[in-house]
């Protein structure tokens, strides 16, 4: 046994020294590489086929690139044929590519392996066409060679020019029936046909081609005619070959890649040549050629790329630009069955939305337009949906599965990786967002990559119905393209993610880990630089930033209840049976100080935020916020002045301390609902309007009638926003009165934060871009003149502005291809903004509710009516509100006088007692976890059946088969006898023979006599280099170690199992036939010498044992004795519940969730929430935790 552990050892140490070398050789090659760009061999670029050519490693690819520029921690590689560029992050040696390096390994059809090396799509139509058709920089311009690389300011500029130039193809349209014979005649088809290609001569070629003959003709006067006048030219010279007029240009390309193929002799001299003797006149009119540029720069935080809109070039009198697309395939993951690589997608669908990659294998794609729809155009996509309302979107990939060359061969072969890494990058659209759409695009079976991809259109077009429009008959659709062009820039900031293991490999420390939450983090670190404002370059004093933390003063100490009251509204009552028109009171002024108070009193809840809407310029439909009149059915404006007065009390302290109560009085700037007199708004100045100069109204999508549907908003112009809010501050800032205590104001402009119109007015045209900056100078101005501002929706270009958001999203559109929503716009916002999810009154779930506002860290958002609520449902508008009844929700007073709360109270409080002490905290941790349904009784006992059903089926299947095995060893007993002992003897001898084991022990032992003296050069030749090659050192020994220790010493192991196994069994079958013939009293002496044989096999069996005994132990740690590695002890731990709890009950959908608050590197408190309708147990640090249906646990830290 001890010359087996000195075989086993010194076999391991060969396998490490070969190894070794082998693993040195390879990084000195790999350093070769990576060395400055002027002693790299030349690589003509354009020789490679990109689309066949195979690149196994990343690195590989970035061989054929050139280093153009560095900063800081990042290097910036271009591909100067390609257009393709690498970001590398020096420190990590993480690469992002801006295409697939390995698109020469795809399966795809060519066309998409084009697209997949394209760094811009772009789809266009013609003037005389509504098709669109498409151009991708690789095919169009790349092939072409028209793609430039120039260097700029910290960074370059990849110029491009996508199409083809020449409008004149190597390609004759009229030509003498000989001359086409000779060059295209039978030495084209023999030259097509020597490369199996006949078929694209008689199919692809020659169908293109007519032939006009008078001689064919000539039977016919009136054919010949016809002939003549229509080809002048036949007449004199006879037979001519002519093109077909329907050959579009794409066929025309491909006519001329088989001529410059196969028919070299013709050039374009012969082509004039033939044009000239048919006296033919081109017709062809300038092809569809675009040229733009990508800008690559680099500065601390990474890179951006940068499309100068101003800078996009084409011929607008025959084409028109319908979209481009921008790096489609940035940072693309990969996931098929041959490399069932895992990973997702991020897309911002409302509070954020995750899609993996091994969920949506049959393809998919899912997009949404930031910041929602643009209700300036007729065309409304989409039916109900979350809105897009930041900016971002991000891959993580996970590399599980790579390829590696195998020593032996050269060949790459595909490798599961030992530890699986995840790479990724985060994206920031900073300029241009408004007029972009984001994509996650799934290809499916068509093809292994899943990408997000930003669409953008710098000239906005809309289609819409003639017969809408103007009084015809017809149902035609009519596309027009707007006179407002974009000339600004479509600038995006990618983010590199890091995989946790790598940073801690490398000591990094400051680092985004690659995952959804490493992405939120890394955009709330963005948001709080001066680069989210672009005053990274100003001086410290001058620089600002989007978000800024809440400080304890900013808060109470309790979480704000938000609630929104309807005012007014105009409703028909009968007067002596006459109808009249009346505005009815929904909530009155009076109300509010009433709903306050019973809350305080009755419902220990003090810190109350009013949003009051309807309450001036005619109520639920007021008119356009100019002039201001509080309705009288409400209180007026003494009864405004009173309200302002009594919170003026409560939040000096008056009252009780710590209680808080803001007034936030609503108007909306983006909408007109009514017209009135005095209400400064003209529908012609300020009404915007659509493609074809009509008013416009806003269209939401109704579930019942499946479609859009207008309550009559009408647009106003966001160029005339100021005319509506500096009139309306000035008569509302009116209210300030210093000596009641009323100092400051505070306003809601809940639309400001919802919605970004276009303006497509003939006269002043304004694109979305140009909305979103008139909205935020309207919410400057409103920050600048009020105490606080509140917004709904929340888009990302408020936050800056705002003090609070109700209606923020806390919950994704929930698509079918979504794996999973996550809070990711609270991640994001907590302890810097406060903020509400929607309406948890209006919510279908109160309890999913409740635990989506712990996870997102949202407070409490009602909206109420004191009085009247049945009066909403005339309205067709305001009907929705189906559940705003504040008896039913807050409470009431019983038959007995005493105040009855209702759930409002109990949610709150529920909400308050979880949150309410890390109001400043930020989330600094989200996890989707892992956990087990709790079955109920029915169902253990059903389980503890089917147990016992399947015990005793097994436990029948072994009775039956051991009868069955020892029938059959009596019977083999019966035949063989004792003659099979001395035949057992002599084989297990055979087989253990020593010659046999020392012949391997021999050729093992030759190599060891080179270990002694390599050890030492291992050891030298290690410390020469750096420490990850060393480290690849021992990884690539590693394996070389175990594929020599399973085919060697799982041999000699084999060997002994089997001779073991042979020989119990032969020995209990001599007992049992000893037994056998004892039992049918057979000659004393024949017995002895069954006996006497089987004492042989008896001393084998033993020394066997002996071996099996320790050969286990070998397996186990063999390897760490050669090598030195570290071997884990195993500690005590708390069962794991998967080991006892059936697979059915697992529940991994991303329904139990794990959150926690504190500071960086400081949990404060985390909360385990279970979004199940039934119990589940789960597993978190250790700790078995049981939570009811909807319910969560807390962990304080």
């Not at 990576?34 to 003509?44: F, L, Q, R, V």
């Not at 591909?79 to 990590?92: A, D, I, L, Q, Y």
């Not at 000035?730 to 505070?746: P, Q, R």
């Not at 302890?831 to 309406?839: C, D, F, I, P, S």
């Amino acid at each position: 046994m001890k010359k087996l552990n000195r075989i086993i050892s010194l076999l391991l140490t060969v396998c490490f020294l070969l190894g070794a070398m082998t693993c040195l050789c390879s990084v000195g090659a790999s350093a070769a590489t990576t060395m400055a760009t002027g002693s790299k061999e030349e690589i003509d670029l354009s020789a490679i086929n990109y689309t066949t050519e195979k690149y196994y490693t990343p690195e590989d690819k970035l061989a054929t690139m050139t280093m153009a520029f560095e900063k800081g921690d990042y290097q910036l590689w271009v591909n100067s044929f390609t257009g393709e560029v690498t970001t590398v992050n020096s420190k990590t040696g993480e690469m992002l590519f801006s295409n697939p390096y390995d698109v020469g390994l795809s399966k795809a059809v060519t066309s998409l392996k084009n697209e997949f090396l394209s760094q811009i799509i772009i789809g266009y139509t013609s003037n005389e066409s509504t098709m669109i058709n498409t151009f991708n920089s690789y095919n169009d311009a790349a092939l072409n060679d028209q793609i430039k690389v120039k260097n700029i300011k910290n960074g370059i500029r990849v110029e491009y020019t996508i199409g083809r130039e020449e409008a004149n193809y190597l390609v004759p349209r009229l030509i003498p029936a000989d001359r086409f014979e000779e060059f295209f005649g039978e030495s084209m088809r023999q030259a097509m046909k020597d490369e199996g290609k006949e078929w694209y001569y008689e199919k692809r070629f020659l169908t293109y081609f007519s032939l006009r003959d008078p001689a064919a003709v000539a039977d016919s006067d009136r054919k010949l005619s016809e002939l003549y006048a229509e080809l002048p030219v036949t007449q004199k010279i006879g037979a001519v070959y002519q093109i077909n007029a329907e050959t579009t240009p794409a066929e025309l390309m491909l006519l001329e890649e088989y001529i410059k193929t196969y028919v070299a002799a013709y050039t374009y001299e012969e082509l004039d040549i033939d044009h000239e003797k048919t006296e033919y006149i081109s017709e062809d009119k300038n092809p569809p050629v675009f040229k733009m540029a990508l800008e690559y720069i680099l500065d601390e935080l990474g890179m951006t790329v940068t499309l100068p809109a101003n800078g996009i070039r084409f011929d607008e009198s025959l084409y028109q630009l319908s979209y481009v697309t921008i790096l489609p395939y940035m940072g693309a993951g990969e996931y098929s069955n041959l490399m069932p690589n895992t990973g997702y997608t991020f897309l911002p669908d409302g509070s954020g939305a995750i899609f993996r990659f091994e969920d949506i294998q049959n393809g998919g794609t899912v997009s949404g337009q930031i910041y929602g729809q643009d209700y300036a155009y007729h065309t409304i996509t989409g039916k109900y949906q979350e809105v897009f309302r930041m900016p971002v979107y991000g891959i993580v990939k996970d590399n599980i599965w790579s390829y590696a060359k195998n020593t032996a061969n050269g060949m790459y072969v595909r490798v599961q990786n030992e530890n699986p890494t995840s790479s990724g990058f985060f994206a920031i659209i900073e300029e241009g967002d408004a007029l972009a759409t984001i994509n996650s695009y799934h290809l499916g079976k068509s093809a292994e990559y899943h990408t997000t991809q930003v669409t953008v259109n710098p000239r906005p077009s809309d289609s819409y119905n003639l017969a809408d429009s103007i009084s015809v008959g017809n149902n035609s659709t009519w596309t027009v393209v707007s006179d407002r062009k974009y000339v600004g820039n479509y600038k995006i900031r990618y983010i590199m993610l890091t995989d946790d293991s790598v940073a801690a490999e490398k000591g990094i420390t400051d680092y985004y880990s690659a995952n959804y939450f490493g992405m939120a983090m890394a955009y709330q670190d963005y948001l709080t630089s001066p680069y989210s404002t672009g005053t990274q370059n100003a001086a410290p004093e001058n620089q600002t930033s989007i978000l800024k933390r809440l400080e304890e003063s900013d808060i109470e100490s309790t979480i704000p209840l938000t609630i929104e009251t309807f005012g007014a509204i105009n409703t028909i009552e009968k007067i002596l049976s006459v109808p009249v028109n009346v505005m009815a009171p929904l909530t009155t002024f009076d109300d509010v100080v009433t709903i306050y108070e019973e809350m305080s009193k009755y419902g220990d809840i003090t810190n109350i935020n009013f949003k009051l809407t309807g309450y001036a310029n005619g109520g639920m439909h007021s008119t356009v916020p100019y002039g201001l009149k509080w309705e009288k059915a409400v209180g007026g404006k003494k009864g405004f002045r009173e309200l302002l007065e009594y919170a003026a009390g409560i939040n000096d302290g008056s009252y009780a301390d710590g209680e808080a109560l803001g007034i936030f009085p609503d108007f909306d700037f983006v909408y007109m609902t009514s017209m009135g007199r005095g209400d400064g708004f003209s529908l012609k100045n300020h009404a915007a309007k659509t493609i074809d100069n009509r008013y416009t109204r806003k269209s939401v999508y109704s579930s019942t009638g499946q479609s859009h549907e207008s309550y009559g908003e009408i647009l106003i112009s966001p160029a005339y926003f100021s005319h509506f809010y500096e009139k309306l501050t000035k008569n509302y800032l009116k209210y300030i009165d210093e000596d009641a205590g009323v100092t400051a104001m505070n306003i809601s402009a809940a639309t400001l934060g919802m919605d970004v119109n276009s303006d497509f007015d003939e006269d002043e045209p304004y694109n979305r871009e140009d909305s979103k900056q008139f909205t935020v100078q309207a919410l400057q101005y409103l920050s600048d003149n009020y105490n606080k501002v509140m917004v709904a929706g929340g888009n990302a270009y408020t936050w800056q502005y705002v003090d609070y958001i109700v209606g923020l999203s806390i919950d994704s559109s929930r698509y079918l291809l979504a794996s999973n929503n996550i809070p990711f716009a609270g991640i994001v916002l907590h302890g810097y903004l406060q903020y509400t999810g929607t309406a948890i009154n209006e919510e279908g779930n109160v309890q999913y509710g409740i635990l989506k506002a712990i996870e997102s860290g949202s407070s409490l958002y009602f909206i109420l009516a004191y009085q009247n609520a049945t009066k909403l449902k005339e309205d067709p508008q305001l009907s929705q509100n189906y559940s705003v009844r504040y008896d039913i929700w807050a409470g009431s007073y019983n038959d007995e006088g005493k105040f009855v709360t209702g759930e409002l109270v109990e949610l709150y409080h529920k909400l308050n007692d979880a949150i309410a002490d890390v109001q400043t905290k930020r989330i600094i941790n989200h996890k989707l976890l892992t956990g087990w349904r709790i079955p109920d009784e029915d169902e253990l006992i059903a389980d503890a059946k089917a147990k016992e059903e399947a015990e005793r089926l097994a436990a029948e299947e072994a009775r039956l088969a051991e009868e069955a095995r020892l029938r059959r060893e009596h019977l083999e007993a019966r035949v063989s006898v004792v003659n099979n002992a001395m035949i057992i003897y002599n084989n297990a001898k055979l087989r253990l023979n020593t010659v046999q084991i020392d012949t391997v022990l021999m050729n093992i032992q030759n190599a060891l006599t080179r270990i002694s003296d390599a050890e030492a050069a291992i050891k030298n030749a290690a410390a020469g280099e750096d420490i990850s090659g060393y480290e690849k050192t021992i990884s690539e020994a590693k394996k070389m170690i175990r594929t020599l220790y399973d085919t060697n010493i799982d041999t000699v192991y084999a060997i002994i199992e089997d001779a073991y196994t042979q020989i119990l069994d032969k020995k209990r079958i001599l007992e049992e036939s000893i037994a056998f013939f004892e039992a049918g009293e057979y000659a004393e002496d024949f017995i002895a010498d069954v006996r006497a044989n089987t004492e042989p096999l008896m001393e084998i069996v033993a020394q066997i044992e002996e071996a099996m005994a320790t050969i286990e132990d070998y397996k186990a740690r063999v390897i760490a004795e050669a090598m030195g590695l570290i071997v884990i002890e195993e500690k005590e731990e708390e069962v794991i519940v998967e080991e006892f709890m059936p697979a059915k009950y697992k529940m991994d959908d991303g329904s139990i969730v794990a959150v926690t608050y504190g500071e960086k590197n400081d949990p404060y408190k985390t909360f385990l929430l279970n979004y199940n309708y039934f119990d589940i147990i789960v597993e978190y640090e250790g700790t078995n935790y049981e939570i009811g249906a909807y319910g969560y646990a807390v962990i304080e830290h």
